[in-house]
């Protein structure tokens, strides 16, 4: 057992759904590593896995959007969580606008923002994206998705 174990197990936070647009494509990935780093103005750190599909869109994304899951919504995390966007178009089975910078607003969540990426930086096997706030509204569910609901969950990409 390593020494970060009993902290990591016992840790139950939201789920999140991070989306991107670049180059004509658009990918979108569960997000677990996320917090809001800054009130005035209002900023989130969304860390993304090097290894994941959405990684290599975000990289060269202008923003990013970040989506709150309701408790109800284990089949849309299923989706972003367990299938990968190198083998399916996640976005022709939800409903979904382009939101600021043409990333994917998805219409169905508790919430989300849009913002505009201000810096990266390596976070481990992560990517640390610190994004600026610029739009954002409350959905139609209610609760949080936690990383507890997804305890069954097979990753897309490992990591």
């Known amino acids: 057992m390593s020494q970060s174990e009993p902290l990591v197990n016992a840790t139950d936070y939201p789920l999140y759904v ?6 004509g494509q658009r990918s979108g ?3 677990g590593f996320v917090t809001q780093s800054s009130l005035q103005p209002i900023r989130f750190l969304i860390c993304i896995s090097r290894v994941n599909h959405t990684f290599a869109v975000a990289d060269k994304s202008e ?4 989506h709150l899951l309701g408790a109800d ?23 979904w606008s382009t939101g600021p910078d043409g990333v994917p607003v998805l219409a169905e969540c508790a919430a989300w923002v849009a913002g505009r990426v201000i ?13 600026s706030v610029t739009d954002g509204a409350a959905g ?3 609760g949080r998705f936690m ?6 969950f097979k990753p897309g990409h490992p990591g």
């Open 18 to 23: 991070v989306t991107a647009a670049a180059d």
């Open 29 to 31: 990935c569960m997000a």
């Open 63 to 66: 923003g990013l959007a970040l």
């Open 73 to 95: 919504q284990y089949d849309l995390a299923s989706l972003f969580g367990e299938q990968s966007g190198d083998e399916i178009d996640k976005f022709a089975r939800v409903q």
């Open 119 to 131: 810096d990266r930086m390596r976070a481990g096997d992560h990517e640390a994206f610190l994004i």
């Open 140 to 142: 139609t569910h209610q």
């Open 147 to 152: 990383s507890s609901d997804a305890e069954s």
